[in-house]
């Protein structure tokens, strides 16, 4: 028995220490439009918290937390002394994901979780179902815009930093822009920047990244568009802003649960055509489908990975940077899914008016304050993938010529020739350019005190 013991007791001290656990916390946020309780946002933590160091990170267009999920589990087993924390921001309170981490449990089937959430549109008789939000109630969500959520993660960061933690901030696609606007920021007097250690932008930025700067008039335009078209992004066009969040999140937790079923999807009269295979698929056929960028709608370029092709048996067969389960695990994961079914207009119409990171008349007239740029001094990380044709790199350097980041410590990396944009977030490690190139610019960034 004395051997056993000594056995037991040198497999634990040989296998180290366990990892930490993953945990969803609230963070209190800034007071915002509409109701109190919606003054709240969501970080899921990622490491240890004995560390002194936090990478936080901020999803991009109708992305959630979960985008990171397995970057962040890799990258703090490679950087000692790092957190990673991945921000939801307030919209995602108005989730119902219930039934989907039901059947993420095995407590209900991968048939009554789709019929709930998307079944009854066609079937009436389904009871009880999904109950979509009333835009009407949700007016208030019209100025859920660039300068509140700015805010909001600045509670965030405080938080960090009221626990002796020094915070680097990044993001991806608009995540990235976020982290330059953050950066370049007037929080009251206090530039942004000075609450920071460094900068990490995952396929993008501002500068020209995505866009050109919208001219006051374009953007009341877009503004005054929100009283017909509502707060929320209607990104599939189905009249159901909440729709491409559940549609990805179902095909996840399909394929997760039943890879090799007929696709539950396929004849669904609301999927639309261009993402319905043209052989009878199976349920990783259809997933791989939607989202390769070889088949996949090229209008939706923001949801495209580089992951292999359709079989002739309509299964889906592996073959490129990202495994077609690695990204199903991304979208089908509760309680922080990858998907921001409630995305707020008025966000994307303000990061883009704040294009310029310039004091200008349209962020006065907005309330927007990026005023700092030119005194941003801390190392920057910028990854580019195929979808802006190089013009997130180009934002980068325009960033860094006006301003005071330091070029030697600083880190450009063009994966354009191998990724696409959600590959970054998805890739298997040892094909991740994302993290093979973040992970030494992180353990360069050593911590100091707050």
Request: net charge positive; hydrophobic share 45%.
């Amino acid at each position: 028995m004395r051997s056993g013991l000594i056995g037991l007791v040198l497999a634990v001290l040989l296998a180290g220490p366990a990892p930490a656990a993953e945990t969803v916390t609230t963070i209190p946020a800034a007071h915002g439009p509409g109701p109190s309780k919606y003054d709240r946002v969501f970080v899921t933590k990622f490491g240890p918290k004995s560390a002194r160091r936090v990478l936080l990170l901020m999803p991009g267009f109708y992305g959630g937390a979960g985008d990171f999920t397995l970057d962040a589990r890799a990258i703090v087993r490679r950087v000692p002394g790092l957190q990673v924390w991945a921000l939801d921001r307030r919209s995602q309170a108005l989730e119902d994901t219930a039934r989907f981490a039901d059947a993420l449990a095995g407590r209900i089937s991968v048939q009554q979780a789709f019929d709930y959430y998307l079944g009854w549109l066609s079937d009436p008789s389904i009871q009880p179902h999904f109950q979509p939000l009333d835009p009407s109630r949700f007016a208030f969500a019209k100025r859920w815009g660039l300068s509140m959520t700015l805010q909001d993660v600045r509670r965030v960061v405080q938080s960090a930093r009221r626990q002796g933690k020094r915070v680097i901030l990044g993001g991806h696609s608009l995540g990235a822009s976020m982290t330059v606007a953050y950066a370049s920021w007037d929080f009251n007097g206090r530039p942004g920047y000075k609450d920071l250690d460094g900068l990490v932008l995952i396929d993008g930025g501002l500068l020209g990244s995505f866009s050109s700067t919208p001219d006051l008039a374009a953007t009341h335009k877009a503004i005054k568009a929100l009283d017909t078209a509502g707060p929320f992004v209607d990104l599939l066009g189905l009249g159901l802003p909440w729709a491409a969040g559940v549609f990805s999140e179902a095909g996840a937790l399909a394929l997760l649960k039943e890879p090799t079923a007929p696709a539950i999807a396929q004849s669904f009269p609301l999927l639309p055509a261009p993402f319905k295979p043209p052989v009878p698929a199976t349920n990783r056929g259809l997933f791989g489908y939607a989202f390769d960028a070889s088949t996949s709608p090229a209008a939706l370029a923001l949801i495209h990975v580089r992951a292999g092709a359709l079989g002739p048996d309509g299964d889906w067969v592996d073959g490129e940077v990202t495994p077609i389960e690695r990204l199903a695990q991304t979208f089908g994961q509760e309680p922080a899914n990858a998907s921001e079914w409630y995305f707020p207009a008025r966000l994307s119409i303000d990061v883009d008016a704040a294009n310029a990171l310039t004091r200008n008349a349209q962020t006065d007239r907005l309330g927007l304050r990026p005023w700092h740029r030119r005194a941003v001094d801390l190392p920057l990380y910028a990854l580019q993938t195929d979808l802006t044709h190089g013009h997130v790199l180009r934002g980068a350097k325009r960033f860094i010529a006006g301003s005071k980041v330091p070029r030697g410590r600083s880190v450009l990396v063009d994966a354009s020739a191998t990724e696409s944009h959600l590959d970054p977030l998805t890739a298997a490690p040892d094909r991740n350019r994302f993290l093979q190139t973040v992970v030494p610019f992180l353990r360069e960034l050593a911590p100091s005190a707050p």
